[in-house]
C-alpha cells in the first residue's frame, strides 16, 4: 500500500521540481513498502540512503532556482529545507547504529512533511517562479 498517492495537486507548474518531486514520492513509497514488508536493516538502509541523498540533490535543486531568480521568501524556505535535513540526519544516524528502526510513526512523519512542504512551501515558489516565466 502506497504512503503517498501522486496525484495533479502536487503539480507546482516547474517541470523539473514536479519531476523531483515525483521521484521522492516514489522513494518514499519504497521505503515505506520495505518497511512493512518487513525488509531487512540492509534493504531498508539501501532505501533510506538514496531517499536521503536524492532530498538533498532536490533541495539543491530548489535553492539554485530560489538564488538564480531572486526567489524573496528563500531564507525561510531554506530553513525548513535544512531543519528536515537536520531530522533526517539524526534518524539516520540512529538507524545506522541499530538504536532505531523505521516505523509506521517516522513514514507518517515523512508524508506529512512532504505532503505540507509541497502543497504550501513549494507551492508559493513554483508560482513566483511562473510569474517570472519559469515553467
Given at each position: 500500500m502506497s504512503l503517498l498517492n501522486w496525484s495533479s495537486a502536487f503539480c507546482v507548474g516547474v517541470k523539473e521540481i514536479d519531476?523531483?518531486?515525483?521521484?521522492?514520492?516514489?522513494?518514499?513509497?519504497?521505503?515505506?513498502d520495505a518497511m512493512q514488508i518487513g525488509q531487512g536493516r540492509e534493504s531498508l538502509s539501501k532505501v533510506l540512503n538514496e531517499l536521503v541523498d536524492y532530498t538533498v540533490y532536490h533541495f539543491g535543486t530548489e535553492e539554485?532556482?530560489?538564488g538564480l531568480h531572486q526567489y524573496p521568501f528563500q531564507a525561510a524556505h531554506k530553513e525548513e529545507h535544512k531543519k528536515l535535513i537536520q531530522d533526517v540526519g539524526a534518524f539516520k544516524a540512529k538507524f545506522d547504529k541499530g538504536d532505531a528502526a523505521i516505523t509506521s510513526e517516522i513514514m507518517n512523519f515523512l508524508r506529512d512533511w512532504l505532503?505540507?512542504?509541497?502543497?504550501?512551501?513549494d507551492k508559493k515558489f513554483a508560482k513566483d517562479l511562473n510569474e517570472k516565466g519559469v515553467h
Amino acid at each position: 500500500m502506497s504512503l503517498l498517492n501522486w496525484s495533479s495537486a502536487f503539480c507546482v507548474g516547474v517541470k523539473e521540481i514536479d519531476d523531483q518531486h515525483k521521484k521522492l514520492v516514489d522513494m518514499a513509497n519504497r521505503l515505506n513498502d520495505a518497511m512493512q514488508i518487513g525488509q531487512g536493516r540492509e534493504s531498508l538502509s539501501k532505501v533510506l540512503n538514496e531517499l536521503v541523498d536524492y532530498t538533498v540533490y532536490h533541495f539543491g535543486t530548489e535553492e539554485k532556482l530560489m538564488g538564480l531568480h531572486q526567489y524573496p521568501f528563500q531564507a525561510a524556505h531554506k530553513e525548513e529545507h535544512k531543519k528536515l535535513i537536520q531530522d533526517v540526519g539524526a534518524f539516520k544516524a540512529k538507524f545506522d547504529k541499530g538504536d532505531a528502526a523505521i516505523t509506521s510513526e517516522i513514514m507518517n512523519f515523512l508524508r506529512d512533511w512532504l505532503t505540507k512542504h509541497i502543497l504550501g512551501t513549494d507551492k508559493k515558489f513554483a508560482k513566483d517562479l511562473n510569474e517570472k516565466g519559469v515553467h
